[in-house]
């Protein structure tokens, strides 16, 4: 069975960075995607990767502030978030497809981890 294991949230003030880490269990040569849920909203894509880490995809509202990446010698994948503003607060959750290609569709995603909070301060 495929464990996510999330870590590297926190709270910090508008401005400032966080990296986000995502630990898997065993090898995967699937892609990877984050997601956020903020209080009150719908679950919503941030970024994915593919396995070789050639192709990357981002929502428009972090595209530039935000920036995946992936370790697979660690079986890790990283979310780097620079200019955090208070509309980036949510729980982010790691996830994993059964493909090595990348989607922004949640159905798409098999495995979830349990999410770390992130909170930006104004």
């Known amino acids: 069975q495929v464990q996510l294991i999330e870590s590297g949230g926190g709270l910090v003030q508008a401005g400032g960075s966080l990296r986000l880490s995502c630990a898997t269990s065993?090898?995967?040569?699937?892609?990877m995607g984050w997601f956020r849920q903020a209080p009150g909203k719908e679950r919503e894509f941030v970024a994915a990767i593919t396995w070789s880490g050639d192709s990357t995809y981002y929502a428009d509202s972090v595209k530039g502030r935000f920036t995946i990446s992936r370790d697979n010698a660690k079986n890790t994948v990283y979310l780097r978030m620079n200019i955090l503003k208070p509309e980036d607060t949510a729980l982010y959750y790691c996830?994993?497809?059964?493909?090595?290609?990348?989607?922004?569709?949640?159905?798409?995603?098999?495995?979830w981890g349990q999410g770390t909070q992130v909170t930006v301060s104004s």
């Open positions: 065993g090898r995967t040569f699937n892609a």
């Open positions: 996830a994993q497809r059964t493909y090595s290609s990348i989607s922004y569709y949640q159905n798409e995603y098999a495995y």
